[in-house]
């Protein structure tokens, strides 16, 4: 059986997990990319009550 994976958008490296931006929009491997990209409260914010497309996930 095959593993789902990602690319981050920000570094090109292959994803078994990481951070999933608006459902896909923009996909992050770990903190420091992200963190280029939003600062921890920006994702927090987009993350709200959890009922969203923006998380952190393992494919």
Do not use: A, P
């Amino acid at each position: 059986m095959e593993r789902e994976f990602r690319i981050c958008s920000e570094c090109g490296k292959i994803m078994f997990e990481g951070y999933v931006i608006e459902g896909g929009w923009r996909y992050y491997c770990s903190d420091t990319c992200l963190e280029k990209n939003y600062t921890r409260d920006e994702f927090n914010e987009m993350y709200g009550d959890g009922d969203t497309e923006t998380y952190y996930t393992e494919w």
